[in-house]
Structures are given as structure tokens and as C-alpha cells.
């Protein structure tokens, strides 16, 4: 069964520094997401990475896609406050589903 | 365009009631999947449903359940509600889920069920 693992948990981070928040997937898979989440709201898809070597950028945000490596990562430069809020990575391994991982509570402080 | 819409927002609902809850996708796309999400268990994929089939279903007992119509709104309901049901369910609508190309989920902005 596909499980999907995002570390850190929890990033406390000080405005202008530098953050990468990594995504682990089990199984093969070429289709990965990110997407964010702000307190009782739903989820906004920042990045669609759909294969190997697959990278995308927007603002501050690049998101990175290793299929071999079964690995994606979100960079965060030089953050800033309203990037505070949740970050969810979700692989679709081909069965119609979202497998999502545990998100990473993001908080960026001055 | 208009994006995912559920109804309603807020429900708050006793033990052993049943609720239903509905999702109406974007224009155009036929693929709508129910997740629920929980402080405890995180986002868990609920079912998905396309032109009217339920094509895959998550780890949820007999007493969740949906139906997607022909116009590609779906509901889903749960019955004989526990409190373990409380959580934001939240609907995601796509164009297909077997497209390579057009597989982004767009989500809605969810309905808190509370069970009391």
C-alpha cells in the first residue's frame, strides 16, 4: 500500500531564511502535488510535477520531483510571513486516489 | 469559472443520525473524490466517483456511501453517525483521474460535520 511520509511535521522560521520541506513516497509513481492549506480552509494546489526530474516554480516556492528516488521537495527562499499555513504533498499512484502525506505546519515569524 | 461548491458549510449532528453532504464540480469535469480530514488521521480518501460509477473506494466502513448523478454532482452520506465522524470532508473535482494529462484536483471548501 502506497504511504506517503513529509518531514519536517512543524517549521518555526525566521522571515528571509531558507527551508525545504521533503516528501517520501513507497511506490512507484510519476504524479506528485503540493498543496496548501491555511486554518479552516481547504487546500489550493501550488504544484502539479508529473515526471522525473519535473521542477516548478512559483514566488518563493519550487517544487522538485525525483521519481527514482521516489522524492519531491518544496523549497521555500527567503520566507515571509504569509507563507505561514499547512503544506501537503499527495502522490496518485495510478488508482483514481490522493494518497496524502501528514502536512508540514509552516510558520514564519519576524 | 466557478469552482468546486459543497453544501452546506456547517452541520452539526447528534449520534445515530445520518447527514448528507453534496459536491457540485467544476463545469465540465466528471471526476469527484470525497476525502476526509481529521486532526488525528490527516487526509483520508473517502471514494471517487466518475460518469455515475464509483471507481475506487478508501478504507471507510458500509456506513459511508455516495452516488455521483448525471450531471456529475455528487453526495455522499453517512449514516448511523459516531462521534469519530466529526471532520472536514471535503470534495475534489477533475477533469479525470485516468487522464495523464489533466489529473490536477481542484478542492471545495469543505463541510465541518460535527457530531455531538
Known amino acids: 500500500e502506497l504511504k506517503v511520509e513529509q518531514n519536517p511535521l512543524f517549521l518555526s522560521m525566521q522571515e528571509g531564511k531558507n527551508y525545504t520541506i521533503y516528501c517520501n513516497y513507497s511506490t512507484t509513481s510519476d504524479r506528485l502535488y503540493w498543496y496548501r492549506q491555511d486554518p479552516g480552509k481547504s487546500l489550493e494546489s501550488l504544484f502539479v510535477l508529473l515526471s522525473n526530474g519535473a521542477v516548478k516554480q512559483e514566488g518563493r516556492l519550487m517544487a522538485s520531483l525525483d521519481t527514482k528516488a521516489r522524492l519531491s521537495t518544496l523549497h521555500i527562499t527567503a520566507a515571509v510571513h504569509d507563507l505561514s499555513a499547512t503544506y501537503f504533498c499527495a502522490v496518485d499512484a495510478n488508482t483514481d486516489k490522493l494518497i496524502f502525506g501528514t502536512g508540514t505546519r509552516l510558520q514564519v515569524f519576524p | 469559472k466557478a469552482g468546486v461548491t459543497q453544501t452546506p458549510r456547517y452541520l452539526i449532528k447528534t449520534r445515530g443520525q445520518q447527514v448528507t453532504l453534496s459536491c457540485s464540480p467544476i463545469s465540465g469535469h466528471r471526476s469527484v473524490s470525497w476525502y476526509q480530514q481529521t486532526p488525528g488521521q490527516g487526509l483520508q480518501f473517502l471514494f471517487e466517483y466518475f460518469s455515475e460509477t464509483q471507481r475506487n473506494k478508501g478504507n471507510f466502513p458500509g456506513r459511508f456511501s455516495g452516488r455521483q448523478f448525471s450531471n456529475s454532482r455528487s453526495e455522499m452520506n453517512v449514516s448511523t453517525l459516531e462521534l469519530g465522524d466529526s471532520a472536514l470532508y471535503l470534495c475534489?473535482?477533475?477533469?479525470?483521474?485516468?487522464?495523464?494529462?489533466?489529473?490536477?484536483?481542484?478542492f471545495g471548501q469543505g463541510t465541518r460535520l460535527t457530531v455531538v
Open positions: 475534489a473535482s477533475s477533469l479525470t483521474r485516468a487522464s495523464y494529462m489533466n489529473t490536477e484536483a481542484f
